[in-house]
């Protein structure tokens, strides 16, 4: 599209059979943008003239490349980097017309998007990091991760506004945002996990060994926290065999109620596992089981684990 506007120039013949009409037009161009890797893209517009009516006979078109830019406005969005001319012959309707393309090579200026698109992103998610040094008992983790997340999505929201619409490709900055928004979720996740297991209660029993062998053996090595020797004799992948069977209070093998002189007793967990300890030392010093035992001895022994 174009607006000619100083159509009454005069015409201009010379000696030698050129004519020139410098008259100046208005050129609107359109050109299809590339924005996979926006705000950080280059852009290429091909600005093609040609003759409709005549041929390449008739008219023979050639750029100029001289002083393009004299007359050029710095723009704050766009850079132009480099205008390339091209002349070759176009054949349409099998008629050959002469054609000149400028190939116009722009990038968009970043700092303004990495002022407000890129820093604000990058600096919440490493405010997403401090989830995880908080102390659990402070209450704070689940609040602190659901401000950031909120505050992120308000950041998208606005990032919308500046980001081309297009479904062709999608644009770099937009899967930065996607990206830290998945990994401040997976942080609340983890986040819940870990405070689920401290504020376990002792009366569900231990927390399963899979789990103390993945974070005394694998994560503490990632993070580089040293784990005591003890702890980590215990946490180990090992084979059942070599580890032992499991408590008989958490398996449910071993009855919860002991008979005493009063009649049946509930035993509590704590009371449980003291019995089962003293049963394994029992059959370690050759004496039987505690409900196998009937004999005075035992029977003292018994009585010591229903009065505790």
């Known amino acids: 599209m174009g607006r000619a506007i100083g159509l009454n120039e005069p015409v201009v013949v010379s000696s030698d059979g050129r004519v020139r009409w410098l008259t100046p037009t208005i050129l609107d161009g359109f050109c299809k943008q590339f924005v996979r890797y926006f705000p950080f893209d280059e852009q290429y ?61 722009i ?30 008992a402070s209450g704070e983790r689940m609040v602190v991760g659901c401000t950031i997340l909120l505050a992120l999505s308000v950041f998208f929201l606005l990032a919308t506004n500046y980001i081309p619409e297009t479904s062709e490709h999608v644009p770099l900055v937009g899967r930065y945002y996607s990206m830290v928004i998945v990994e401040i979720c997976i942080a609340l996740v983890c986040t819940a996990w870990v ?21 005394f053996g694998y994560i503490s090595k990632l993070v580089r926290i040293k784990v005591p020797e003890e702890m980590l004799a215990k946490n180990t992948p090992v084979d059942e065999e070599v580890q032992g069977p499991r408590s008989k209070c958490l398996t449910g093998s071993l009855p919860k109620k002991c008979g005493g002189l009063l009649g049946p007793i509930s035993l509590t967990m704590h009371q449980c596992l003291l019995i089962e300890r003293i049963e394994d030392i029992s059959k370690k010093s050759g004496r039987k089981s505690y409900h196998k035992a009937n004999d005075s001895e035992n029977f003292g022994e018994r009585q010591l684990w229903i009065d505790f």
């Not at 029993?205 to 993945?214: A, S, T």
Request: with cysteine.
């Open 195 to 215: 405070l689920r297991y401290h504020y376990r209660n002792p009366a569900m029993g231990k927390i399963p060994r899979w789990i103390r062998v993945y974070i």
């Open 107 to 136: 990038q968009r200026k970043v700092f303004y998007y990495f002022v407000y698109l890129i820093a604000p992103c990058v600096l919440t998610a490493i405010l997403a990091t401090l989830i995880f040094y908080l102390p659990a």
């Open 45 to 105: 517009c091909p600005l093609k003239f040609y003759s409709w009516n005549y041929d390449v006979k008739k008219l023979m078109l050639s750029g100029n490349d001289r002083n393009m830019l004299s007359n050029y406005t710095e723009s704050g969005t766009w850079a132009i980097m480099d205008i390339i001319k091209k002349e070759h012959t176009t054949k349409k309707d099998n008629i050959a017309k002469a054609t000149v393309t400028f190939v116009v090579r």
